[in-house]
């Protein structure tokens, strides 16, 4: 399958799409306290979205239940809301926003600090936010995927953590998940070629301890470390322009 080079007019909405989806993030973030559910915060997306006339891509995504993914602590990705997980100080949770407007994808994470969390949580987010911007400042013409991959785990592994292989970046914007795959450890100068057009996501997950992850029998979803040690994911839409990139996530022009 080969990675889809989009039209000015797809990307424009796109574009629509990913804004919407990291305004989500923006919405939610003083919702997020001690003492509220998951599943609050999910409904609360849920209804933003569709007040914008939109719809949450994860709901019902091969059977996924919920509008986000919002994972907790030891979560790696995949978390499934629920109003019996209840925020406590100390926790970090990254909440995963897909958007579907007018048939165009955005998809974008985060984490977030539930009350004042210590300072190797701090160091651990810290981290996996540079990687993901290492990562974006690998996004050029002519530039391989695997550069990508290659710089994020070599700053991840520097720095004493771990890159999660079993997850990875991807294709969007006509669909949730198109080529290529956007791995997060990757050899030097490996993969496809990247041309102005296309999009996809960068959405490095970096584990304090061991990177392998376990997916829990019961419910199928739910990625967590192996080690029960603490994991960090930020996520962006990216666009390979003429010259570079652009951001299609980023409503604070930090990039």
Same mark, same amino acid.
């Given at each position: 399958?080969?990675?889809?080079?989009?039209?000015?007019? !797809?990307?424009?909405?796109?574009?629509?799409?990913?804004?919407?989806?990291?305004?989500?993030?923006?919405?939610?973030?003083?919702?997020?306290?001690?003492?509220?559910?998951?599943?609050?915060?999910?409904?609360?997306?849920?209804?933003?979205?569709?007040?914008?006339?939109?719809?949450?891509?994860?709901?019902?995504?091969?059977?996924?239940?919920?509008?986000?993914?919002?994972?907790?602590?030891?979560?790696?990705?995949?978390?499934?809301?629920?109003?019996? !997980?209840?925020?406590?100080?100390?926790?970090?949770?990254?909440?995963?926003?897909?958007?579907?407007?007018?048939?165009?994808?955005?998809?974008?994470?985060?984490?977030?600090?539930?009350?004042?969390?210590?300072?190797?949580?701090?160091?651990?987010?810290?981290?996996?936010?540079?990687?993901?911007?290492?990562?974006?400042? !690998?996004?050029?013409?002519?530039?391989?995927?695997?550069?990508?991959?290659?710089?994020?785990?070599?700053? /991840?592994?520097?720095?004493?953590?771990?890159?999660?292989?079993?997850?990875?970046?991807?294709?969007?914007?006509?669909?949730?998940?198109?080529?290529?795959?956007?791995?997060?450890?990757?050899?030097?100068?490996?993969?496809?070629?990247?041309?102005?057009?296309?999009?996809?996501?960068?959405?490095?997950?970096?584990?304090?301890?061991?990177?392998?992850?376990?997916?829990?029998?019961?419910?199928?979803?739910?990625?967590?470390?192996?080690?029960?040690?603490?994991? /960090? !994911?930020?996520?962006?839409?990216?666009?390979?322009?003429?010259?570079?990139?652009?951001?299609?996530?980023?409503?604070?022009?930090?990039?």
């Amino acid at each position: 399958m080969s990675i889809i080079i989009k039209t000015p007019e !797809q990307i424009e909405g796109i574009r629509k799409s990913s804004r919407l989806a990291a305004s989500c993030l923006d919405y939610i973030e003083p919702y997020v306290e001690p003492g509220v559910s998951t599943g609050y915060l999910d409904k609360k997306i849920e209804d933003y979205i569709r007040a914008h006339g939109a719809t949450p891509a994860p709901l019902n995504y091969h059977g996924f239940p919920k509008a986000t993914c919002i994972s907790p602590n030891n979560v790696v990705c995949h978390g499934i809301p629920s109003d019996d !997980q209840i925020l406590k100080n100390g926790d970090v949770i990254n909440i995963d926003v897909t958007t579907i407007l007018d048939g165009f994808y955005g998809d974008t994470s985060r984490m977030f600090e539930v009350g004042p969390i210590d300072d190797e949580t701090a160091r651990l987010l810290d981290v996996t936010k540079h990687c993901l911007d290492l990562g974006i400042q !690998q996004v050029k013409p002519g530039n391989r995927f695997g550069n990508i991959g290659f710089m994020i785990n070599r700053y /991840a592994k520097s720095k004493g953590y771990s890159v999660v292989y079993e997850f990875c970046g991807h294709g969007v914007g006509l669909e949730f998940h198109e080529e290529p795959q956007v791995e997060h450890i990757a050899r030097k100068n490996s993969g496809a070629k990247m041309k102005p057009g296309m999009v996809f996501t960068i959405e490095p997950m970096i584990n304090a301890g061991k990177p392998k992850v376990s997916v829990d029998n019961a419910d199928g979803w739910t990625a967590r470390t192996i080690d029960e040690q603490l994991s /960090a !994911q930020y996520e962006h839409t990216i666009l390979v322009t003429e010259d570079g990139y652009e951001v299609l996530t980023d409503l604070h022009n930090e990039y």
